[in-house]
């Protein structure tokens, strides 16, 4: 177990969440002293309400690879963050810090207690031991910087605190609540870095259709979800989706969430019965209607499909579902079980970035170097976590992308700090 009694500061770390946590941690184990300055009463405050408070820590993948498939958007960049601070590092930091683990479905690891403040406690112990300085309560207004390098930052109160590495770990615009307000954003772009807009990834989407309104609290379970842009797959997969107030969300949509064009809109494909082929599912339903007899069709639907679903559903295909079901026509049966199996819904846009789990877009990665996380554009500037444009789907992913690149970044800055 590490610990340090340093005291002077060489290194600043801004924003006590995930990345800065583990940013100053790594900084100050290579040797360097260190300041984390957060601006809220707490540390970690958008980890403890990760996971719906249980707090994905980390997905467990086989290699770099499987992990770097669960990238969208530049994932190569994250290949050298991982390969020094993996998932099974997290995972045994966690534990020297006394912070049991486990794994569940989908290599999703949680502290085995299922409260996401052990994981928080487990990272202040670590940050103590290695004598990192925390000043809570502190905003910096500013990075003062230019291109012969960080000189320090200036805080809200006016004070200037000096130091010759910066590293910007402020998050992205997501729960805003959390203290992610962009501050990262605008200091990259004051320091001269491209910004990519920052939008809603991993969130709920609005339909055009209303019908799903209808049916808002109903899950659907072993779906098939496809997404089209202009007419090419962007997304598919099968899973959980969930009815709402606004359209859809749930695991599915969620996920693809993470492939939509820049103007938030798309087609969506929803098969109901993916485990049957066309054959099995006309079969299924002519056997189904010609036992049935004098029986309403959308009674007979409850074989199905789930009961508020299936008094809807003959509407979505043209047909009354007060039909008896010895009325039904071939034709009524062909458009019933197309529907069943590619049942459309027009994506408006999504939900606002405030519901997001996280935020798209960021610092471009370009202007970042993926061996140190240093920016090329402005020496001893640090970047890592949320507030660069890289992110990913859920299953803590996302989490391990700030726990690595934040790694990442305080080891490098403080091995350049102490050349």
């Not at 958008?46 to 086989?62: A, F, M, P, S």
């Not at 299953?395 to 690149?405: E, P, V």
């Amino acid at each position: 177990m590490y610990t340090s009694t340093r005291k002077t500061s060489d290194i600043l770390v801004i924003g006590g969440g995930a990345a800065g946590m583990m940013a100053a941690i790594f900084a100050a184990r290579t040797g360097a002293g260190v300041t984390l300055l957060e601006k809220n009463e707490k540390l970690g405050k958008k980890v403890y309400i990760t996971g719906k408070g249980r707090c994905n820590v980390t997905n467990v993948c086989e290699d770099i690879q499987d992990f770097l498939r669960e990238v969208p958007r530049n994932p190569r960049f994250l290949y050298s963050a991982l390969r020094l601070f993996s998932p099974l590092d997290m995972l045994a930091l966690l534990e020297d810090m006394g912070c049991e683990t486990k794994v569940e479905r989908g290599r999703r690891a949680f502290p085995v207690s299922d409260h996401a403040s052990d994981v928080t406690k487990a990272l202040e112990k670590g940050l103590r031991l290695a004598g990192v300085d925390i000043r809570l309560h502190t905003e910096v207004r500013r990075v003062l910087a230019d291109e012969a390098g960080v000189r320090g930052v200036e805080l809200a109160n006016g004070q200037t605190l000096s130091a010759s590495r910066v590293i910007v770990c402020t998050g992205g615009v997501s729960y805003p609540s959390t203290g992610s307000t962009g501050d990262g954003f605008r200091w990259a772009g004051e320091t001269g870095h491209s910004v990519s807009p920052a939008r809603p990834s991993l969130v709920g989407l609005c339909t055009k259709e209303r019908w799903p309104m209808e049916l808002q609290g109903l899950t659907l379970k072993n779906v098939c979800l496809t997404g089209y842009n202009c007419g090419k797959i962007i997304y598919s997969e099968q899973g959980e989706l969930l009815f709402t107030h606004f359209g859809v969300s749930g695991p599915l949509v969620i996920e693809c969430s993470c492939h939509l064009p820049e103007n938030g809109q798309c087609e969506l494909l929803l098969n109901l019965k993916p485990g049957l082929t066309k054959e099995q599912l006309d079969q299924r339903l002519t056997r189904e209607l010609s036992a049935a007899g004098k029986k309403q069709l959308s009674t007979v639907m409850q074989s199905l499909l789930p009961l508020r679903f299936a008094s809807l559903f003959p509407m979505l295909c043209g047909v009354d579902g007060k039909t008896p079901c010895s009325q039904v026509t071939g034709g009524m049966r062909a458009q019933i079980a197309e529907k069943l199996q590619a049942l459309p819904l027009a994506v408006t846009g999504t939900r606002p970035i405030a519901e997001a789990i996280v935020t798209r877009g960021g610092v471009d990665v370009k202007a970042i170097s993926p061996g140190t996380m240093e920016s090329k554009k402005v020496p001893g500037l640090y970047f890592a976590g949320e507030v660069i444009d890289v992110d990913a789907h859920t299953g803590g992913y996302n989490l391990q992308i700030a726990w690595s690149t934040g790694a990442l970044a305080g080891k490098s800055a403080a091995e350049a700090a102490l050349e």
